[in-house]
């Protein structure tokens, strides 16, 4: 329990930071605006997504809504189900 409480605190203070919470503010937006054009484009259910990654609904719910984050393996299963890339979760900026 200690450790989960550790680990709470560890990834609060790095939302903290301003760069950090930024960037991941932004990968969540990213992940989550592909997420429902690929659903939108398909007509898929959350129902359907929560299937593609083994939860519920309400899961699934959670996730889309940025309460709860995708987890790796998740967003991997997601891009196969999607027939996408990973990468296009992402943002890259190309060097200069």
Do not use: W
């Not at 990968?27 to 592909?34: M, P, S, V, Y």
């Not at 398909?42 to 699934?60: C, F």
């Not at 987890?71 to 991997?76: I, N, Y």
Request: glycine fraction near 6%.
């Amino acid at each position: 329990m200690a450790d989960v409480k550790m680990a709470k605190r560890a990834h609060k203070e790095c939302m903290e930071r301003a760069e950090y919470g930024d960037l991941m503010r932004a990968t969540n937006k990213r992940i989550l605006e592909r997420l429902e054009r690929g659903r939108s484009a398909g007509r898929i259910s959350q129902q359907r997504l929560a299937e593609v990654i083994g939860v519920n609904r309400e899961a699934m719910r959670d996730r889309l809504s940025g309460r709860t984050q995708l987890k790796a393996h998740e967003l991997a299963a997601l891009a196969a189900f999607l027939d996408i890339a990973i990468s296009e979760f992402f943002h890259v900026e190309s060097p200069d």
